[in-house]
């Protein structure tokens, strides 16, 4: 059996933390447990790298930190806030204020502009439009994308329109942006590129990223590295 990892030690604040974390599914009556007894914090400012072979548990995992799903059992803490108890509504208003995602398909709005995509999360919140507007500029400016912010995802490749969907994220300045696989539905060249874009926006804005990942040389960008193996952390390292 593996015996979890010892995690190492930060002197940045921390900002999520999950204490014995499970997971279980029944298929056709059949127990099966997905994460055991997980044991995880996640520091500001920090970027993380989680791998493990498919079926592991990373994504699982990963939704749970974002609130995406439920425990079976367990304890999730945000700056000391238990975050399983809120109601649903509660839940949402947090994930729209506090955290970013980014996953292995962009989920852009064929129908909007680069533009439009980026700050429509803002006003989903009811922020002001210019200023939302003006924010996402920006941030399209930031990843690189200030002369393509009026074309359509369908006029754009996918390394660009992952890029769009990484200023999305960023949008409400969140403290903790999740990423499940961002490089996965790309090209090497094109992956490499917007890893080391997400370990430069890491670095610039301060903004923790908890990024799942099958590329462990892109992995090893980032401040710690965690492998799951079977629902359990087997290491737990800073690089």
Not at 37 to 51: A, F
Not at 74 to 84: A, D, I, S, V
Not at 183 to 199: A, I, Q, V
Not at 212 to 225: P, W
Request: negative net charge; hydrophobic residues 40%; aromatic residues 4%.
């Amino acid at each position: 059996m593996n015996e979890p990892a010892s995690p190492p030690q930060s002197s940045r604040a921390p900002l999520l933390e999950i204490q014995d974390l499970h997971k279980t599914f029944y298929l056709e009556q059949q127990r099966v447990d997905i994460l055991k007894g997980i044991h995880l914090t996640i520091h500001r400012q920090e970027m993380i790298s989680i791998i493990g072979a498919s079926g592991a548990g990373k994504s699982t995992l990963l939704h749970i930190m974002g609130t995406l799903d439920k425990p079976t059992q367990g304890l999730l803490t945000y700056e000391g806030q238990q975050l399983l108890g809120m109601t649903e509504s509660a839940l949402a208003d947090f994930r729209n204020r506090r955290l970013g995602f980014v996953f292995q398909f962009h989920h852009l709005l064929p129908e909007f502009t680069a533009l439009e995509n980026t700050y429509l999360p803002a006003l989903i919140q009811r922020q002001p439009k210019d200023a939302s507007r003006e924010a996402a500029k920006a941030l399209l400016e930031e990843v690189g994308l200030s002369h393509r912010m009026h074309h359509k995802p369908g006029e754009l490749s996918g390394g660009e329109q992952q890029r769009i969907a990484v200023a999305r994220a960023l949008i409400r300045n969140p403290d903790l942006v999740l990423a499940d696989e961002p490089t996965g539905n790309l090209d090497s060249h094109t992956g490499d590129s917007l890893f080391t874009m997400l370990r430069n926006l890491n670095q610039r804005r301060g903004t923790a990223f908890v990024i799942v990942t099958h590329n462990e040389k892109l992995s090893a960008q980032s401040d710690r590295l965690i492998h799951l193996e079977d629902g359990v952390i087997t290491e737990d390292r800073a690089l």
